[in-house]
């Protein structure tokens, strides 16, 4: 079984659980970016005992998470809605829609918070952007656009991550970063593993 199969399951029924785990599970998001994966686990025990205190949490970061004390009730109830209303791509673009409204997140980083609520969509990130030889284009995003230029934005990066799978986006990109940090990771697996137990830790 993938660790997609195994770990996804089980982080998607955390987070639709409440709206405090939704905001566990979009800081976690944000608490990756720029950051290698092995050190995400310590800074969500750090965050969790510390909120706004903590060292991790500035800048942009900070942002994202004041946002979230403000607005994860609507943004948690929306998501639900989200699920019991749509199915497959339509399902994949509301989603998108509902995340890229958390200040701080863009297409790659509202993706994974699809894939990690829901199982849907992906995270197509640097890694995956030069593997994959997908052009950057799919990436740009302002949320000053129009309404219409949003949806393609959209559209273009949820068809980009349904054409590889989202389960083959997270497991392979589980196996790659194993095997670019092994003095951390014993396999993708494991990599993916540790996704579920960030979220249970602290």
């Not at 509202?110 to 995956?128: K, P, W």
């Not at 934005?153 to 497991?171: E, G, H, P, T």
């Amino acid at each position: 079984m993938s660790g997609f199969k195994k770990h996804n399951v089980l982080i998607n029924e955390y987070a639709q659980q409440s709206p405090e785990n939704l905001q566990d599970m979009v800081m976690m998001v944000v608490l990756s970016i720029q950051q290698p994966w092995y050190k995400v686990g310590e800074q969500m025990i750090d965050y969790r005992k510390l909120g706004s205190d903590s060292r991790f949490v500035w800048g942009n970061k900070l942002k994202t998470y004041r946002w979230l004390r403000a607005n994860v009730k609507p943004l948690y109830d929306d998501a639900m809605q989200a699920i019991a209303d749509h199915k497959g791509r339509e399902l994949d673009l509301h989603l998108m829609d509902i995340f890229l409204r958390v200040e701080g997140l863009g297409l790659a980083k509202a993706g994974f918070c699809c894939q990690l609520f829901a199982g849907r969509v992906g995270c197509i990130d640097v890694h995956n952007l030069r593997r994959l030889s997908i052009p950057e284009s799919v990436l740009t995003f302002s949320k000053k656009v129009q309404p219409a230029t949003r949806q393609k934005k959209i559209a273009a990066y949820v068809d980009a991550c349904r054409q590889r799978r989202c389960s083959w986006l997270w497991d392979s990109w589980c196996d790659l970063i194993a095997k670019k940090q092994p003095k951390h990771w014993v396999d993708g697996e494991q990599v993916s593993q540790v996704h579920y137990d960030y979220l249970m830790a602290g």
